[in-house]
């Protein structure tokens, strides 16, 4: 049968949506460390990578009622 699940509120979509940025920033940074053969080159792109977490997860909020709307069960 259906779920009754309720939807997730806003607020937690925005937690949810600021963890995953920081783990993407996260995960990009060691892989960057892994690559650059150093923490210093990596650590360098963290700023970019946590401005482009939070960037998509604005977008992503925006984006939440409009899916809800055409995608009945999310």
């Known amino acids: 049968g259906r779920s009754s699940a309720v939807p997730a509120g806003r607020a937690q979509c925005a937690?949810?949506?600021l963890l995953a940025?920081?783990?993407m920033a996260a995960g990009y940074?060691?892989?960057g460390?892994?690559?650059y053969d150093g923490m210093a080159a990596a650590l360098a792109?963290?700023?970019g990578l946590i401005a482009e977490g939070i960037a998509n997860s604005i977008l992503a909020l925006l984006?939440?009622?409009a899916?809800?709307?055409h995608i009945p069960r999310w």
């Open 63 to 65: 984006l939440v009622p």
């Open 29 to 31: 940074t060691l892989a």
């Open 45 to 47: 792109s963290t700023p």
């Open 33 to 35: 460390a892994v690559l």
């Open 67 to 69: 899916l809800r709307e």
């Open 21 to 23: 940025s920081l783990w």
């Open 15 to 17: 937690a949810a949506f």
